[in-house]
Each structure stands twice: as structure tokens, then as C-alpha cells.
């Protein structure tokens, strides 16, 4: 009975507020309405001991979507699934497509920093129908986050909460983005989704070299404080070597997908100088990897000019074999200027330093050709080999590929890698599945195999090797006797 009589008492309170409101609206001049609403909000904020922030989705010009407004949508998100009872969904576009819950409007989160309570809420102002003629009346809406916390805290929540809730945001959305792979056409970039499913997981090698990579790219990417303090630009370059197919590239791929980052592919014989090199790097965005596939074969880069001059008296021979000449132009890059010293002003020079994070990959099969001054440390700070597949790596691989972790096959297997050399590009070939539903023994099989042959094959080869060159020493003794013949009858 007691609560009936409250709903009516309620009722009838609410009923005389909203026709003294609507009194108000209707008589009292604009003015003065203006005068009575500011000061009651002074009376308000006299007894009321919060402080409220506005955030408004839409600041100034009317089409550019307010950042702090986004970074808190992305910061909320995971407080709103778990506190908040409407909540809208959306997809984000990002490599596994997840879906995103944030707050429904109206909707209210609290959160805690450093022991403080605060509140987050949703509000939106509907402000005016459109006045544009539209099969689709559309009505305004003007989306804002509110947030209240106790006036005490003015100056903590000020300084350091709003600070680490946009970082936070921030860092969330560059998680949530799609990633792409940029790569350079002359001077400009254009690019593509990266969606490239490789991961340290399903990278086969040694576990505890995987694991030091793994442990040293984390650091990396967590220490842009202690870089500040050092005074070195938050950057590392890698070296990855090793022969073809051993999986340089998808060591790439693996560290774009554990890091996070964007990956620029720069083809360097596509530049055109190296101002043209500095404006690419000038472009790249933090939180990226810029990956320089097999340098060696990019750049000349053993004592550039003067070998180049050198060549160019020896073209002007008229005579010279066509064919020997066209093997030079194809090694030669083609109308690129780019220097040895452009390219390490790339990687060191003050550019490097704009804008966050970045890696530097360069790959290559022969480490031996490169300049000492390009891989010294601190330009390159990790040189990472990748070598043949070992039978551990291999292990891994069929764990992966076949999804065993024994077989009564591997003793044999594991004889035959300790004698030959296989890259794990054809290991994977031999574990792909041969038939439909993959049968681990024919893969298991087909390896053997292909190992046995491997081994058949590099013997021969010795075989044929020793052969030859037991006959090269024959045919040069016998010049070596011809000519002390002659020489004798000379004498
Ligand atoms: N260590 C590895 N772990 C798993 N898969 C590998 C590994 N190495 C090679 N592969 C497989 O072999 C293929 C070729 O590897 P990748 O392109 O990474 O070789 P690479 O070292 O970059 O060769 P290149 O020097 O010719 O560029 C890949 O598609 C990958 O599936
Ligand atoms: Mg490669």
C-alpha cells in the first residue's frame, strides 16, 4: 500500500514539474529563461560535488570524428561487456574479424584508477530534424561521452587518467585495425590487406632461438621509455640469412603477426635516388616493419662507384660476348642511384627517428657479400640465421602439418637429417597432404624419400666432383710435363 501511495505522490510531483516546466518554456522570455537556466546550473554545481567532462563525437568541423571520442569508444569496450546491459555490436575488419560490443546509448560503466571511482556514460543530443528534403528523414544525432568523478580528484584524473585512458585507446584501436602490406611503386606507396597466417607457432626451428627472438622483439616493442631515456631512436634492424627456403620471409610475416605492425616492403631497385629513398621512409607510419628482401641482389653494395666506373671502360670493349654482357645488366639494378650511404642514412640518418616505432628486416642468402658497415650492430642488431631443418624443426613441422608428435617413421627420419641437408620449404612440400583425407604414413614416406634421393644425389655429385678433379690435376701434370718437354728441346 505504501508504495502505491509513493507511485502517486511521485506521479503527481512529476505532473505539476512538467507543467511548471512547460509554463516556464511558454511565458517567461528567452532572455530571462537563459538568465534562470544559467544560474541554476551555478546553484547546481555549488551543492553538486562532481565533476562532469563532456567528449563530444563531433567537434568542430561537423564531418571529422572527434579522436579523444574514438579512443574512449575503443578504451570502454571492454568495460562495457562486462558492465553495461544494452550494448551495441559491430564487426571491425581486422585479421579474424572479431566482433566488437561498446555501450548502448544511455548506458553507464564505472572504472577505478589509482583507488578513484569514476563513471562513463553515453548521452546523445537530438538536436533538429534535418531540414534537408530526404526520402530518409533523418533526425541529428549528436553522440557524447560523459564522464563524472568526484571534484577531489580534479587534478589526478586531469593529468594522468585522461593521459593513459587515450593511450590505452589508442593502443587498442592500432590492435583492433586491419593491417596492411604496403609496397613501393618508384616513390610512392600503395597497399594491400596483410592477412599472411603465418606465426612464431607454426614457424619451425630451434625452440629456445625461436623463443630469444620472440623475447627480444616483446622487449623491443614495450621499451619506448627506456629508448627516450638512452637517446636512441625506437628502432632495431634484423638480419635474417640463410638459403633459399628456409623461411626468412615468413619469419616476417610471424613478426608482423606477433607484433602487431604494419609491413612495408620496399623494393629498392624501384628507387629512383636516394632523395627518393628518404620520402619513402619519411611516409611509413609508426608500428611497422620495413622489410628489404634479399639485399644483396638490390644494391650494389660493394664499393659502388668506382667498381661501377671500372665497368663502364670495360663495356666500352666492342667486342665483348653479348651474353655476359646481359647476365651484368640484370645484376646491375636498373636506373637506381640509390647508394650504400643513401641506404644506411635510411636506416640511421635523423628521418629514421620521426614517429615511433619501427623495425628494419633485411633478408639474404649470401651474408658474406654484404658491407661490414651495413650489418654492423646498431644498424643491424640481430643477425638471425635460418638454416636447414634440423630434426627438431622438423618435429615441429609434422606437429603442425600432420599433427603428430611421434612416429614409429621418425627414428629413420632422424638418421637421415643427421646426413643430409633438406630446407624446410621442401620438408613442408613432402608433409603436404598427398590425398584428401592426409594419411601421415605416405606423407611420413614421401620425406623419407626425398631425403634418400636427397643423399643418392649430393653422392653422386661428390662422386662426379672428386672425378673431375682428379682429372684437372691429370691434364696439368700433363701440360706441366708437356711444357718441360718443349722446354727441353728449346734447350
Ligand atoms: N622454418 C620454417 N617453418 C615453417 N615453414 C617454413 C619454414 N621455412 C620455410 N617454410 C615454408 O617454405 C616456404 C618458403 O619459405 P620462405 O618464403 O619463408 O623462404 P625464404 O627463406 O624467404 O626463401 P628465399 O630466400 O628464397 O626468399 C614457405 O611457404 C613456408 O611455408
Ligand atoms: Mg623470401
Redesign the pocket.
Known amino acids: 500500500m505504501a508504495a502505491k501511495d509513493f507511485l502517486t505522490h511521485l506521479g503527481s510531483v512529476i505532473a505539476s514539474l512538467m507543467f511548471i516546466w512547460a509554463m516556464f518554456q511558454q511565458y517567461i522570455p528567452y532572455e530571462l529563461r537563459s538568465h534562470v537556466e544559467k544560474y541554476s546550473k551555478r546553484l547546481v554545481t555549488l551543492i553538486y560535488p562532481y565533476i562532469q567532462i563532456t567528449f563530444h563525437e563531433f567537434t568542430g568541423e561537423r564531418f571529422t570524428r572527434s579522436e579523444a571520442y574514438s579512443a574512449i569508444e575503443n578504451y570502454l569496450s571492454s568495460k562495457s561487456s562486462t558492465q553495461a546491459k544494452r550494448l551495441k555490436a559491430d564487426i571491425v575488419r581486422n585479421s579474424n574479424q572479431s566482433l566488437v560490443l561498446s555501450m548502448d546509448d544511455h548506458e553507464e560503466v564505472s572504472d577505478e584508477f589509482e583507488g578513484i571511482k569514476l563513471w562513463w556514460s553515453l548521452g546523445k543530443n537530438i538536436t533538429r530534424q534535418s531540414q534537408v528534403l530526404s526520402l530518409y528523414p533523418a533526425s541529428d544525432e549528436k553522440r557524447f561521452y560523459k564522464l563524472t568523478f568526484h571534484k577531489g580528484y580534479r587534478e589526478k584524473v586531469l593529468d594522468s587518467y585522461l593521459a593513459s585512458v587515450l593511450k590505452e585507446g589508442k593502443a587498442i584501436k592500432v590492435r583492433n585495425r586491419m593491417r596492411k602490406l604496403y609496397t613501393n611503386n618508384g616513390s610512392m606507396w600503395s597497399h594491400v590487406v596483410f592477412e599472411h597466417p ?1 606465426t612464431f607457432q ?4 630451434e625452440p629456445e632461438k625461436k623463443q630469444e627472438i620472440i623475447d627480444d622483439l616483446i622487449t623491443f616493442s614495450k621499451a619506448e621509455d627506456f629508448y627516450a631515456r638512452i637517446g636512441r631512436a625506437w628502432k632495431r634492424g634484423y638480419l ?1 640469412y ?12 610471424a613478426m608482423a603477426n606477433l607484433l602487431g605492425y604494419d609491413l612495408y616492403d620496399l623494393e629498392l631497385t624501384a628507387v629512383k635516388d636516394n632523395t627518393e629513398l628518404r620520402k619513402l621512409l619519411i611516409e611509413t607510419s609508426s608500428k611497422s616493419i620495413i622489410v628489404i ?2 639485399i644483396d641482389c638490390s644494391l650494389d653494395l660493394t664499393g659502388q662507384r668506382t667498381n661501377k666506373k671500372k665497368e663502364k671502360v670495360e663495356d666500352g670493349d666492342e667486342n665483348k660476348d653479348p651474353r655476359q654482357k646481359l647476365v651484368k645488366e640484370e645484376r646491375e639494378p636498373k636506373n637506381s642511384q640509390v647508394t650504400l650511404s643513401g641506404l644506411l642514412n635510411f636506416i640511421d640518418g635523423l628521418w629514421s627517428a620521426c614517429g615511433g616505432e619501427r623495425l628494419i628486416v633485411f ?3 649470401h651474408i658474406e657479400k654484404l658491407d661490414p658497415a651495413l650489418i654492423r650492430k646498431g644498424r643491424m642488431d640481430k643477425h638471425i640465421e ?1 638454416s636447414y ?1 634440423s630434426f627438431v ?1 622438423f618435429k ?2 609434422a606437429k ?1 602439418y600432420l599433427h603428430i608428435e611421434s612416429h614409429d617413421l621418425f627414428e629413420r627420419i632422424g638418421e637421415l637429417f643427421g646426413e643430409i641437408k633438406m ?7 613432402h608433409l603436404m597432404p598427398k590425398t584428401v583425407p592426409g594419411d601421415v604414413e605416405v606423407s611420413l614416406r614421401s620425406l623419407i624419400q626425398g631425403l634418400e634421393l636427397a643423399k643418392e644425389e649430393a653422392k653422386l655429385k661428390a662422386e662426379k666432383e672428386e672425378k673431375e678433379e682428379e682429372e684437372e690435376v691429370k691434364s696439368e701434370t700433363k701440360m706441366q710435363q708437356n711444357s718441360v718437354m718443349e722446354n727441353g728441346d728449346v734447350k
Open positions: 603465418a607454426t614457424l619451425a626451428m635474417l640463410g638459403p633459399p627456403g628456409t623461411g626468412k620471409s615468413t619469419m616476417i610475416a628482401e634479399d633478408t639474404t642468402n635460418l631443418c624443426a615441429a613441422l603442425n630446407t624446410p620449404a621442401d620438408v613442408a612440400e
